[in-house]
């Protein structure tokens, strides 16, 4: 993994949220609302999980 494609990873993610924020903020508030409701042991589940999937989407990308 290069720091090119780190670099551009990160873009990517700011991209997809700052388009999140930008057409959709009072769904952003619900959203957060409905998170802090959750357990923490199902809120570290769920970032895991994100975070393996990430890496996966990195790794797949860097293999095709």
């Known amino acids: 993994m290069t720091i ?12 997809f949220e700052g388009l999140v924020f930008a057409l959709a903020p009072h769904r952003i ?6 998170l802090t409701g ?4 199902t809120r570290r589940m769920i970032g895991a999980l994100a975070l393996v999937t990430g890496a996966g989407l990195i790794t797949l990308a860097q293999l095709l």
Request: aromatic share 0%; glycine share 4%.
């Open 4 to 15: 090119s494609t780190l670099v551009l990873a990160l873009g990517l993610v700011l991209i």
């Open 29 to 34: 508030e619900e959203i957060l609302r409905l």
């Open 38 to 41: 959750l357990p923490v042991e």
